[in-house]
């Protein structure tokens, strides 16, 4: 699934890029606190399953705040309005990542691209994972590597 | 096109269709405020074998499905249909999609209620040629249209001879 000989970052489509509305990824990097892909595959079959249908119902938009939600305005000073997070139903497992418009002349379409997995110990959110997320949303070549897939220039 | 994960097996599958069916039961019982005791009394279960099968939509069985189901007043049914992806390339499509088309389209609760919505325009009266008709309709295939049709756009009733 390489993208660019050049690029440190490729993405692993979880759900079908051509979707019309949505699509998710694992982000891939040779950065050890990009875990995602890698968790996520060590997870039991079960557990696996429970963020496939979790994945999958929002991209086909279904809105259900304890299966997956952003953070708005008003937490955090606005800082995270583009991370976003899925939860586990039966473990404290939870995958967080940002959201991307990566269609420049849809900017309807929405990519969640996933970075860290993490076993959630408090019912607070721990902003370390959110800072960490937030840091990858803004290095330029990380966006460079998500138009590329698109075959959108930055 | 990559495989689609209920692809894999049955038990997977399996698990897709019993975790839609089982979000459904738990947004009604969200709803109606009705908990996993309530549920289990009701049942005459414990509350570790509501949680196990709410837990475990790979185990779940018709049985299951129709108990828990009317246990919080719901009934079910079991729909087949064709979305042109035969390979099933892109999965199921979730449950909750069928039940609110079925809402919007005013909860028919037979083939009258479909032939008074739609009247045939021949001696059409299968469910597969009324199939067609439903495809072949002028009306948009938004959920609303057909809720509200306009009347310039209503097929005819056939003239009996």
């Not at chain 1, 995958?95 to 990566?102: I, V």
């Not at chain 2, 570790?48 to 099968?53: L, N």
Request: hydrophobic share 35%.
């Amino acid at each position: 699934m390489a993208n660019t000989a050049k690029s440190n970052y490729n993405l692993e489509f979880i759900t079908s890029k051509d979707h019309k509305k949505r699509a998710l990824a694992f982000f891939i990097s040779d950065d050890k606190k990009v875990n995602a892909k890698k968790s996520f595959n060590n997870l039991s079959r079960n557990t696996q399953n429970w963020f496939r249908i979790r994945f999958e119902a929002w991209r086909d938009g279904k809105i259900n705040k304890n299966w997956f939600h952003g953070w708005d305005k008003s937490q955090y000073g606005g800082k995270y309005t583009n991370c976003f997070v899925f939860e586990s139903k039966t473990t404290t497992d939870r995958f967080y990542g940002f959201l991307h418009h990566s269609k420049k002349y849809d900017l309807g379409y929405e990519l969640c691209v996933l970075i860290n997995h993490t076993q959630k110990r408090e019912q607070k959110t721990d902003e370390t994972y959110l800072k960490r997320v937030e840091k990858i949303r803004m290095v330029l070549d990380v966006h460079k590597s998500i138009y590329a897939y698109f075959k959108e220039l930055i | 096109m990559k495989e689609h994960w209920t692809q894999r097996s049955i038990k997977d599958y399996i698990f897709k269709i019993g975790a839609d069916f089982i979000a459904q039961l738990e947004e009604k019982m969200e709803m109606e405020g009705i908990s996993q005791d309530v549920l289990a009394n009701t049942l005459k279960v414990t509350k570790s074998r509501v949680s196990q099968v709410l837990n475990k939509p790979g185990n779940i069985t018709l049985q299951n499905v129709i108990q828990y189901a009317e246990a919080i007043g719901m009934k079910v049914s079991i729909v087949a249909y064709d979305d042109d992806d035969p390979k099933n390339t892109k999965g199921p499509i979730n449950s909750d999609v069928f039940k609110i088309c079925w809402e919007k389209f005013g909860k028919p609760t037979d083939f009258w209620a479909f032939q008074e919505r739609f009247p045939p325009t021949q001696q059409d009266t299968t469910s597969a040629q009324l199939n067609n008709d439903l495809k072949e309709t002028p009306y948009s295939a938004d959920a609303m249209d057909f809720i509200q049709p306009t009347p310039t756009n209503q097929p005819k009733l056939p003239i009996e001879a």
